[in-house]
């Protein structure tokens, strides 16, 4: 039991400790972050477009 309440306390402790970011880097780094998704997208989607059209075309010969 006096494990459970050790790690609880350095768990407050640590999180007591933990570095937040400001509401203009949190905006900035979703931005980044909604950005690259947005572009992995569209490359995955043209490059799932591209392997249908080639298997469609080998499905035909």
């Known amino acids: 039991m006096n494990k459970i309440k050790q790690y609880l306390k350095n ?36 490059v799932d477009q591209l392997l249908s059209v080639g298997y469609k075309f080998l499905l035909s010969l």
């Open 11 to 46: 768990s407050v402790a640590e999180f007591n400790n933990v570095t937040w970011p400001t509401r203009k880097q949190a905006i900035r780094i979703s931005t980044i972050v909604f950005i690259f998704m947005i572009i992995s997208a569209a490359i995955l989607g043209v």
